[in-house]
């Protein structure tokens, strides 16, 4: 089974310009999530889609950042214009609707990290 | 809302010797606790989870860990660790019912021959 892919893997861009990042989740994923991971911090939500509907993006500064899930599968993180502080690892993550369990385990893709200068 | 804390931001540890990664969490209702490892590089896999029954949950690579509910606790421990162990430690929490996985700061484990 093919794991969550990212691309690209490393970004260096300039402050004021715009990036955007590609995430595929498994196959039959309903639930897709972007994380932010600032150097030295743990991974914070910015966004939840489940299909191609958004669950939670109640951290997601919505004034530079943009994200859709138009067909409900794959999905494009965008940040316009960047600022120094929005250099981090940005991983995606999928997971199953619904598990036996209850509690549905996140799979996560190797991420892209992104360079402002 | 709930949180999570790891005290430690680094463990050296020699080869072969055993090792606990502390973790503490905080929450006002019921918890789903997990540990995750992200080596260079690379996303989060996850090594182990509680959710609920027997306090003390093993996972993958020889880990383990033990819910502690009077403590908020929920450390991670090998009694022998290896070179390639070598990688960071997540704790994280997600409340019961909810999606969303709220992560501690890490612990970098440095296992040194």
């Known amino acids: 089974e093919a794991g969550v892919a990212q691309s690209p893997r490393y970004k260096i861009i300039e402050k004021r310009q715009s990036v955007a990042f590609w995430c595929n989740p498994i196959?039959?994923?309903?639930?897709l999530y972007w994380y932010q991971q600032i150097l030295g911090q743990g991974p914070k939500l910015l966004i939840q889609?489940?299909?191609?509907?958004?669950?939670?993006d109640s951290q997601l500064p919505k004034d530079r950042f943009s994200a859709e899930r138009l067909k409900g599968v794959d999905s494009t993180l965008k940040i316009q214009p960047a600022k120094l502080e929005d250099s981090a690892v940005y991983l995606c993550?999928?997971?199953?609707?619904?598990?036996?369990?209850?509690?549905?385990?996140?799979?996560f893709g190797p991420g892209t990290r992104l360079t402002v200068l | 809302a709930q949180s999570v804390t790891q005290l430690d931001s680094q463990v050296p540890v020699f080869e072969e010797a055993p090792v606990e990664l502390r973790c503490n969490y905080s929450?006002?209702?019921?918890?789903?606790l997990f540990w995750y490892v992200q080596y260079p590089n690379q996303g989060l896999q996850l090594l182990l989870k509680?959710?609920?029954?027997?306090?003390l949950v093993k996972g993958i690579n020889g880990f383990e860990a033990e819910f502690n509910k009077s403590q908020t606790s929920f450390h991670l421990r090998k009694p022998s660790v290896h070179i390639s162990d070598t990688a960071e430690y997540f704790c994280?929490?997600?409340?019961?019912?909810?999606?969303?996985?709220?992560f501690g700061t890490g612990t970098q484990l440095k296992v040194e021959l």
């Open positions: 994280a929490v997600r409340k019961g019912g909810g999606n969303k996985l709220t």
């Open positions: 196959s039959g994923h309903a639930t």
């Open positions: 509680y959710l609920s029954g027997s306090t």
């Open positions: 929450s006002s209702v019921s918890v789903y």
């Open positions: 889609f489940q299909n191609n509907g958004v669950v939670d």
């Open positions: 993550a999928s997971s199953t609707l619904r598990s036996r369990e209850g509690v549905n385990e996140q799979f």
